[in-house]
């Protein structure tokens, strides 16, 4: 396994905890100590009656978070005994690190068969990082025979931030094995719907849209539901050919009723745009249902307004929450925006702040105005106008009409720079 791909592994063994901790929200909370002493000495207590407490421990969260304990000082052979237990009890993170540990050989010999069948165990229980890691197999050819369309399947269901590049190099290798087998062919006599459609995927990376709509067609003909939400999507942007919804959502809706994510996603778009809620509010919670990240966002929001569903900041919340722990930079804005105002959860504007960095840095512009709100107002922070006024010059360079009004009126004022009536207007036209 070379050296970037072993190192994205060892990012996904971290990951799940590890993005906990940097989001504030310690493995800790999800722990039951009411049976039992804590877990967590304190400095106090020898190491040996530490060890002793925990083997009391029958909660599989808590011995999954004192084997992750053992993993931080690389104690793998301690860390081994929690982590089968914790399997014997189907928890999902210790069988998938359990897999994890095989595939490096932390602390046991390598043994690849071993470490597939663990991600396999844990992807029937729902882990997306298990479901990275047997990528990755199949990506390297470790443990399974190497198979590009299985790894890139199982990249995009994981819905990983960092499997993003991983389902670029998938997606070029798969689109370059059906186009060379095109070029060797009669284009009368292929007749594969998956084949069709990475060579449609090849022409629309490309930008040769005419091209991609006759082989999405072809593909879409013989019932690839990616191909009908594909075509589908590129009906209603008018790509390679004239603008027609009516046709995308024809197309949208036959990909749907095969339990497409993408397309039950962009239906509920549609029905958003037309103003019917309720269907729209169906449609992402199908999609969000069947792994889709985007519709986890969308549903939050329909919660957050009470838009086809009874108003629920609880829900509302927790969608958000599960999307932003998979890096969507939307969703990370909004738990940003939900710790600032205190809906739901406890206002907390540290939390705040940490949210509306990270989303900021995903390419979040609206984060990046949030931020600068944060900053001039002295909310969280100390106030600072230099570095308000900062980020809302990159996000009104990017468009955001909110972040060139605050630099209107940070120019009137004198906040943070000379006062400057000609740049405040300047910011105030733009943003018209």
């Known amino acids: 396994m070379d050296g970037k791909k072993s190192l994205i592994l060892f990012i996904a063994i971290i990951y799940m905890f590890g993005i906990c901790i940097y989001f504030g929200y310690n493995w800790l909370s999800k722990l039951d100590f009411n049976n039992h002493s804590n877990p967590i000495s304190s400095q106090n207590e020898s190491d040996k009656q530490k060890e002793e407490s925990y083997k009391t421990i029958e909660d599989p969260w808590t011995l999954n978070g004192i084997a992750h304990e053992y993993m931080g000082t690389k104690e793998y052979d301690k860390a081994m005994p929690f982590l089968l237990k914790a399997a014997e009890k189907k928890q999902k993170n210790a069988i998938n690190t359990l897999g994890c540990i095989y595939l490096e050989g932390l602390g046991v010999a390598k043994d690849y068969k071993k470490a597939v069948e663990y991600f396999k165990q844990s992807i029937e229980l729902g882990h997306n990082n298990a479901q990275f890691n047997l990528g990755l197999c199949y990506y390297n050819g470790t443990g399974v025979e190497q198979d590009y369309e299985k790894a890139l399947e199982l990249f995009e269901k994981s819905g990983l931030p960092n499997a993003e590049e991983l389902i670029k190099e998938a997606r070029q290798e798969v689109e370059k094995k059906y186009v060379l087998d095109y070029l060797k062919e009669d284009i009368n006599n292929i007749n594969d719907d998956k084949k069709l459609f990475y060579i449609a995927s090849h022409y629309y990376n490309e930008k040769k849209y005419d091209k991609a709509v006759e082989y999405y067609t072809k593909s879409a003909n013989l019932g690839n539901a990616d191909a009908q939400n594909n075509l589908g999507n590129l ?49 992402f919670e199908k999609s969000a249902n069947n792994g889709n990240n985007d519709s986890r966002v969308n549903l939050g929001i329909m919660y957050e307004r009470g838009l086809g569903v009874k108003q629920d900041y609880e829900k509302a919340f927790n969608f958000y929450r599960q999307s932003a722990d998979l890096g969507n930079p939307i969703a990370l804005n909004n738990v940003g925006i939900m710790y600032r105002d205190g809906k739901f959860v406890q206002q907390n504007y540290r939390l705040a702040m940490v949210y509306f960095q990270a989303s900021y840095q995903k390419g979040n512009y609206l984060a990046c105005e949030n931020l600068g709100d944060m900053y001039r107002n002295g909310i969280g922070v100390q106030q600072d106008y230099k570095t308000a006024m900062d980020f809302f010059k990159i996000a009104a360079e990017n468009g955001n009409k909110h972040a060139m009004i605050n630099l209107g009126d940070m120019y009137s004022k004198g906040e943070g720079v000379e006062k400057n009536l000609k740049e405040a207007e300047y910011w105030y036209n733009k943003a018209k």
């Open 235 to 283: 009906y209603e942007h008018g790509l390679g050919v004239e603008i027609d919804y009516k046709k995308a959502f024809e197309l949208y809706k036959k990909s749907a009723q095969q339990g497409n994510h993408k397309a039950l996603n962009s239906l509920g778009y549609l029905y958003l745009a037309g103003k019917k809620y309720e269907q729209a509010a169906e449609m």
